[in-house]
């Protein structure tokens, strides 16, 4: 199975700031997925297919990447973007989830 | 609005079964593929399986495929997870989620807490 790494594994950042969050693949992929959960909610889509932003998702994300190699932006840190996110791919079975990467303010 | 909701969680004895429902709302479930996600209490996520939108295909988790079957009845607009012979590190967090490749899992329920011990 593709085992994906995200780091790091816990971050800050204040107001303002740029926050970026890699996932590696064991095996290439052909695209990524990124879901934000914010303490006690459940997951909430980010972005599919690398670099598409869900809806209702604001624009200061991004995600780019290709192969064993991606990553997830936020541009200008806010303080509701506080939460743990995770990478997770759809190109292998059975579908994997990255560790997460929890992003305190 | 689309929405999820999960029951049928709660304590229950190891090589015991337990089936969890999903009823979703807000669209048409016989339109699409369905996914059980679990989360342990550590955070790791885990996909479970999914099931094509007429039922007429399921795809599991090889360490899972064995024990938990998914089902589903599109008259209900209802997803099952069967688990059964549960162990402890069954113990989780059971999410159902709308699912199709291209646009991942789109929507989350809410989740139910499973609690496997004796």
């Known amino acids: 199975e593709v085992v994906l790494s995200q780091s790091p594994t816990t971050t800050a950042a204040s107001p303002g700031e740029k926050v970026t969050i890699t996932c590696l693949a064991s095996?290439?992929?052909?695209?990524m997925f990124w879901y934000q959960q914010e303490s006690g909610a459940s997951p909430k889509l980010l972005i599919y297919?690398?670099?598409t932003l869900a809806s209702g998702v604001p624009d200061r994300f991004s995600g780019s990447g290709s192969g064993t190699s991606y990553s997830l932006t936020i541009n200008t840190m806010e303080a509701e973007d506080a939460a743990t996110y995770y990478c997770?791919?759809?190109?292998?079975?059975?579908?994997?989830f990255g560790g997460g990467t929890k992003l305190e303010l | 609005e689309v929405q999820l909701v999960e029951s049928g969680g709660g304590l229950v004895q190891p090589g015991t079964s337990l089936k969890l429902s999903c009823v979703a709302s807000?669209?048409?479930?016989?339109?699409?593929?369905m996914s059980w996600v679990r989360q342990t209490p550590g955070k790791t996520m885990e996909w479970i399986g999914d099931?094509?939108?007429?039922?007429?295909?399921?795809h599991y988790a090889p360490s899972l495929k064995n024990r938990f079957t998914i089902s589903r009845d599109n008259a209900k607009s209802t997803l099952y997870l069967q688990m059964s012979n549960v162990r402890s590190e069954d113990t989780a967090t059971y999410y159902c989620?709308?699912?199709?490749?291209?646009?991942?899992?789109?929507?989350w329920g809410q989740g139910t807490l499973v609690t496997v011990s004796s």
């Open positions: 099931i094509k939108y007429d039922g007429s295909y399921t």
């Open positions: 997770q791919q759809w190109s292998s079975n059975p579908w994997t």
């Open positions: 807000g669209f048409t479930f016989s339109d699409y593929w």
């Open positions: 095996s290439s992929v052909s695209h």
């Open positions: 297919s690398t670099s």
């Open positions: 989620a709308r699912s199709g490749g291209s646009s991942g899992f789109a929507y």
